[in-house]
T-cell receptor, first 119, second 114 residues
Framework: EADIYQTPRYLVIGTGKKITLECSQTMGHDKMYWYQQDPGMELHLIHYSYGVNSTEKGDLSSESTVSRIRTEHFPLTLESARPSHTSQYLC??????????????????FGPGTRLTVL | KNQVEQSPQSLIILEGKNCTLQCNYTVSPFSNLRWYKQDTGRGPVSLTIMTFSENTKSNGRYTATLDADTKQSSLHITASQLSDSASYICVVNDRGSTLGRLYFGRGTQLTVWP
């Protein structure tokens, strides 16, 4: 299993609260990602980072923000949680892997996820 | 529009039986196709990754095939076990940039009964 961790695993909070979802990896990967996943639906990329002090928004618009002050740490923050933020949040990091024929690809390793419920 | 479609949406089989999951994609330009296993309440774990030049790859009881011409892939599970109960997600990586973008299917929910 990959060395990528997320806390908390489950969180139930009231509307309007500020929350931070933690993600850390010990593999020294430069690239990290946050995905949002609803039950039975595909993963949607909401944020990514190519390294320290680099953050970009993903394909799915999100009211959350991220920071990347240290290579191993990529926290996600919601300033004011709402019921529409209820979802599973998955963090991932990736490394470049050489495949046959001289090509390469990014192997992504996922954390266990945080199940967020906003009441 | 780049898409990844999986079928069936859900599948129930008896322990010890084989099954095949399907994935059709329209992603272009194509870089590689991945199959992930996601247990309930966990993050996805990679099973196989196939590039354009590979048409089959095995990982234990899991065998993935790829037909880049018809843009279809399948994941065959042999001699299923109760622990195979999970969602199996097909993911296609395009070659649009240095990293490319990952396109995720919605997964096939497999349940293995004793």
């Amino acid at each position: 299993e990959a060395d990528i961790y997320q806390t908390p695993r489950y969180l139930v909070i009231g509307t309007g609260k500020k929350i931070t979802l933690e993600c850390s990896q010990t593999m020294g990967h430069d690239k990290m990602y946050w995905y949002q996943q609803d039950p039975g639906m595909e993963l949607h990329l909401i944020h990514y980072s190519y390294g320290v002090n680099s953050t970009e928004k993903g394909d799915l618009s999100s009211e959350s923000t991220v920071s990347r002050i240290r290579t191993e740490h990529f926290p996600l923050t919601l300033e004011s949680a709402r019921p529409s933020h209820t979802s599973q949040y998955l963090c991932a990091s990736s490394s470049l892997v050489a495949s046959g024929g001289g090509s390469s690809y990014n192997e992504q390793f996922f954390g266990p996820g945080t199940r967020l419920t906003v009441l | 529009k780049n898409q990844v479609e999986q079928s069936p949406q859900s599948l129930i089989i008896l322990e010890g039986k084989n099954c095949t999951l399907q994935c059709n994609y329209t992603v272009s330009p194509f870089s590689n196709l991945r199959w992930y296993k996601q247990d309930t309440g966990r993050g996805p774990v990679s099973l196989t990754i196939m590039t354009f030049s590979e048409n089959t790859k095995s990982n234990g009881r899991y065998t993935a095939t790829l037909d880049a011409d018809t843009k279809q892939s399948s994941l065959h599970i042999t001699a299923s076990q109760l622990s195979d109960s999970a969602s199996y997600i097909c993911v296609v990586n395009d070659r649009g940039s240095t990293l490319g973008r990952l396109y995720f299917g919605r997964g096939t929910q497999l349940t293995v009964w004793p």
